[in-house]
């Protein structure tokens, strides 16, 4: 019965190839597939996650249904009938958008739930949908349809040849890359290193992977802009724009340089804390380097100007020759290319939030409008909710704000694997079989990798009888909402069967069979150039889209006063090479060791406030007030204070009992959901002005790092 299967690890973006050996329904050993043409054999230590996923004893197996006395058991056929009654009846008194949609980050790791949840979000018609989204990545989105007219148009650096990467934002060596699949973060950034290369990291925190850079530039938390801007400035200053091949596919140049002339390296040192000097020559260097690229992540993407941060990556990369090209940035060529031509591009809608007038994208409202959509009465209002794989109470801003409006719903239902901070609020769970009883083809995370490859995998295990796939809930729920409504119903084909064809119709033309007999990937090579087929001077790039060139306008000139006093600090997150958002704490394996929820303070801050090392702490935002265990941190500079992302399990009613035994707390209850990026919506949940104070006066004593 002892047999070796190969998979994708589908925990984070790295999609790292496993090698499970099982012995009947036991899982002996998971190991890094050697033969993987991605990942080459690395995992991290999310990867051993996987079993305890299937086996832990707080995973729910059956649907539930909440009752007076608690939570009980109750048949599929129950579930979706009272869930499928509900919702239709509250949509016929109270209309369509009285339901509310929240999709989490987990679903883009499930093809069943990517590709099939429309099964039910379109029968139920409500333009009140919302998604982990717009906490997240929404401005590379913004910017990849607004300049290379689809959202998932998302040039990638091209690690393998690259001798240059200047990056803001990002700390790969803990979150294994983000909207850029590239497993083995370590290897790959010594490997530029070793073959002469430079790496160099903008953070407010000497990060892990900053302390691994050759150079390492700290920089006031929200203002990147002004740094990327000045490059741009200078680029244009000193004559040395360079669109190479690029130059008949491209529009908007002159308009680019009018709009960034006002943005010089010595405006842009008084916002920073980075001299001009810096600032000058790293725009040089960067003109100078064939085989150079400018990426930027979450730090610049959760900020009050993420799309105008993502925006002016692009036009450095290239406006100095370094977009589709070798060694700088590429568009990947999947063997499913979800941005190939004729596919959905997306846009922004021609609607706004009801309450405060904000922007749709996708399809989809800002998460930090979703709580102010439940809570205002009027013609709209969310009355009830379907969550899918989502834990928004502690993943968007202002989560007791949500917390609280989430008790007022009139019907909640959740599909979902754990009862947890968000999903105790449901009326109905409805809980997919274990990730490692579905197959798995990662359609996004292959179209935003390092290399061409093609990988997929069947089940490990066979779901028992009782069990529903993801996909055959939404399938299911969608027909019982159809059937209320009087419409036909809709059938729905297994994944493997509706990915054959999708395979057979790309570049590659890879059928289903060549993939099962090489489970653990096919190598399609490196990335390669690809914009000559895809743009033209009629059909251009566009560097100077018009929503992004208003929103420059509207960026202070000059630093302001501290809205709140001296006092005031920046409050920044962090990632942890053990951890992906609130969902990995229920596992003892990644959360035993040292504490790593603690807010990290510089030495000097502790000091000028009598705050103790290891002391408890009251960090206060204009939203609300959490206590904290305090570090002292050398690495983060003196203003700035970070607390993790995904903490808060003391919330009661949870069905989480490792979690909650390492609670934390939730840094969204600091963040301020009225703190966004103007053009995307994004939550600015990085550089939230806090204050600090010691709960117990410390001892006059020097606190070291």
Same mark, same amino acid.
């Given at each position: 019965?002892? $047999? ?5 690890? #589908? ?74 009654? $509900? =919702? ?26 990517? /590709? ?29 349809? /607004? ?50 290369? $430079? ?49 008949? !596919? ?78 700088? /940035? !590429? ?27 904000? %922007? ?14 439940? =809570? ?40 979902? /694997? ?58 299911? =729920? ?20 509706? =990915?054959? %064809? ?16 090489? %489970? ?10 690809? *914009? ?67 807010? !990290? ?35 983060? *500079? ?6 993790? #992302?995904?903490?808060? #399990? ?56």
């Amino acid at each position: 019965m002892i $047999k070796t299967h190969r998979r994708a690890c #589908h925990l984070c973006e790295a999609i790292c190839g496993l090698e499970i050996t099982t012995d009947g329904t036991e899982i002996l050993s998971i190991k890094g597939d050697k033969n993987d043409p991605l990942s080459g054999g690395f995992i991290c230590p999310k990867a051993v996650a996987l079993q305890d996923i299937h086996t832990d004893p707080d995973r729910l197996r059956t649907p539930k249904i909440k009752t007076q006395h608690g939570w009980r058991d109750a048949s599929w056929d129950e579930a979706i009938n009272l869930v499928a009654d $509900k =919702l239709s009846a509250i949509q016929a008194q109270h209309g369509d958008d009285s339901v509310g949609i929240y999709a989490g980050n987990p679903a883009i790791h499930s093809i069943g739930t990517w /590709l099939y949840s429309g099964l039910t979000t379109r029968v139920l018609n409500s333009r009140n949908r919302f998604s982990a989204t717009s906490v997240d990545q929404l401005p590379h989105h913004v910017v990849g349809r /607004l300049m290379y007219g689809h959202w998932l148009r998302i040039p990638i650096v091209d690690l393998e040849r690259t001798q240059w990467v200047l990056m803001l934002g990002a700390n790969p060596l803990a979150s294994n890359g983000s909207v850029m699949t590239a497993p083995n973060m370590p290897a790959r950034l010594k490997a530029l290193q070793a073959r002469g290369g $430079k790496l160099l990291v903008v953070d407010p925190r000497r990060t892990e992977t900053a302390k691994q850079a050759d150079t390492y530039l700290p920089i006031t938390p929200g203002t990147d802009v002004y740094l990327l801007l000045a490059m741009l400035q200078h680029l244009f200053e000193r004559q040395l724009i360079n669109l190479g091949h690029l130059q008949p !596919l491209v529009a908007g140049v002159n308009a680019v340089a009018e709009a960034v002339r006002p943005f010089t390296p010595a405006r842009a040192a008084q916002h920073t804390g980075i001299s001009a000097r810096t600032i000058e020559s790293l725009a040089e260097a960067l003109a100078r380097e064939p085989k150079a690229a400018v990426y930027g992540r979450m730090g610049v993407s959760t900020q009050p100007h993420g799309s105008l941060c993502q925006w002016a990556i692009q036009l450095l990369n290239v406006l100095t020759g370094h977009l589709d090209v070798e060694g700088g /940035l !590429l568009l990947a060529n999947p063997a499913i290319d979800p941005a190939a031509p004729g596919t959905n591009p997306q846009k922004f809608e021609p609607v706004q939030s009801r309450v405060r007038g904000l %922007p749709a994208f996708a399809g989809e409202f800002p998460a930090a409008a979703l709580a102010e959509e439940i =809570l205002t009465p009027g013609a709209g209002q969310i009355k009830a909710l379907l969550t899918i794989a989502g834990n928004p109470v502690l993943s968007t801003p202002n989560g007791a704000q949500l917390d609280t409006a989430m008790s007022g719903l009139e019907f909640m239902v959740a599909i979902d /694997l754990y009862l947890n901070e968000t999903t105790r609020h449901a009326d109905v769970i409805l809980p997919p079989a274990s990730p490692l009883e579905r197959e798995h083809y990662d359609l996004i995370f292959l179209a935003l990798a390092v290399r061409n490859t093609a990988r997929y995998s069947d089940a490990l295990f066979e779901k028992p009888a009782s069990a529903r796939h993801d996909w055959e809930i939404f399938a299911a =729920l969608g027909n019982a909402l159809r059937a209320r409504k009087g419409l036909p119903e809709k059938p729905a084909i297994a994944p493997d069967q509706l =990915l054959a %064809p999708m395979l057979e119709a790309g570049e590659y033309g890879l059928s289903l069979a060549q993939l099962r007999d090489q %489970p653990s990937g096919i190598d399609l090579g490196p990335l390669r150039p690809k *914009m000559a087929a895809l743009y033209s001077k009629d059909a251009p790039i566009e560097l100077a889209p018009e929503r992004l060139i208003a929103a420059l306008e509207h960026l202070p000139q000059s630093p302001g006063p501290a809205a709140t006093g001296p006092a005031t600090l920046a409050l920044i997150g962090r990632r942890h090479i053990r951890s992906n958002n609130s969902w990995m704490h229920n596992y003892h394996r990644l959360v035993k060791g040292k504490p790593r929820d603690q807010l !990290l303070m510089h030495p000097t801050d502790m000091a000028a406030r009598n705050i103790a090392e290891g002391s408890q702490v009251r960090i206060a935002s204009r939203v609300g007030e959490v206590c904290a265990r305090v570090q002292a941190c050398a690495d983060i *500079m003196p203003g700035v204070v970070s607390l993790p #992302h995904g903490f808060g #399990h003391h919330r009661d009613g949870i069905g989480t009992q490792v979690a909650a035994a390492h609670a934390g707390v939730s840094v969204n209850d600091l963040t301020d959901h009225l703190l966004l990026d103007a053009v995307s919506g994004t939550a600015a949940v990085n550089g939230v002005p806090v204050t600090v104070c010691a709960l117990h006066p410390a001892k006059a004593e020097p606190v070291t790092a």
